[in-house]
């Protein structure tokens, strides 16, 4: 029978893991020698290597919750191995739980996979988000060239562009919270609950936002975002309970 946490998942991710673990202390080191070489002190190379590990905390505590989310499915395994690489918690659960929903499944009610299902899961995660790797290279010099020469010409229309194109990319995630809205007028409240979640994660976030412009703590910036996440995970759950 098939194992989403079987030792062998967690030997090949560790290996890929690993590659790139030695990637950050390769250019970790050639930076060091790089500002050696320029000048900079080995007391203030030392300053900002501790400044960016500490600030390195709020994303990992983030990363740690999304592969929580994703383990009740998936194992451990394969979330560690997306967002160890390329990956976030909006893409992969979207990733996940459409393929999942695809083969006729429940996200966060699958209590085993095969392994053709657990495969298709991973190839559609995977492959989707490779999607940016190449493209990147392929159009963002031209479209960062084209923005440049619109505000060049017209500064204003630049920053509405560059407005919109953020704000369609927000309506795609805010799609996928209200698609199930419309089950409130058939009786079924359970398609308020990624729209009550959603608000509450706003909220703390709209409240460290307030307590950085009142306090000027700009640390507080850095750990809204997992903040804001724990705050609406620990939230669903009575939400859900209330609502289902």
């Not at 970790?28 to 500002?35: E, F, I, P, S």
């Not at 559609?124 to 923005?147: A, K, N």
Request: aromatic share 10%; charged share 10%; proline share 3%.
């Amino acid at each position: 029978m098939f194992e989403v946490n079987h030792p062998t998942l967690f030997v090949l991710v560790g290996v890929i893991v690993l590659a790139v673990l030695g990637q950050s202390v390769f250019f970790l080191v050639k930076a060091w020698r790089r500002g050696i070489a320029i000048g900079m002190g080995k007391d203030k190379l030392k300053k900002i290597a501790v400044t960016a590990a500490v600030f390195t905390i709020a994303p990992a505590i983030a990363i740690v919750i999304s592969v929580i989310t994703l383990a009740k499915d998936l194992g451990i395994p394969l979330p560690w191995l997306r967002l160890s690489v390329v990956g976030s918690l909006s893409y992969e659960t979207i990733a996940a739980s459409n393929a999942e929903g695809a083969m006729g499944l429940v996200f966060g009610q699958v209590s085993a996979l095969t392994a053709t299902q657990y495969v298709t899961i991973a190839a559609v995660m995977t492959l989707s988000i490779m999607v940016g790797i190449w493209l990147v290279p392929v159009v963002c010099r031209r479209m960062q060239y084209g923005m440049l020469k619109l505000e060049n010409r017209d500064k204003k229309w630049a920053e509405t562009l560059s407005a919109s194109m953020f704000i369609g990319m927000i309506s795609a995630f805010l799609g996928y919270v209200f698609c199930d809205v419309s089950s409130v007028f058939h009786g079924d409240m359970t398609g308020l609950i990624p729209v009550l979640v959603m608000l509450l994660s706003a909220l703390v976030m709209a409240l460290a936002g307030i307590l950085v412009k009142k306090t000027k703590w700009r640390w507080i910036s850095d750990y809204a975002l997992p903040i804001s996440l724990i705050a609406g995970m620990a939230g669903a759950i009575p939400i859900t309970a209330w609502l289902s």
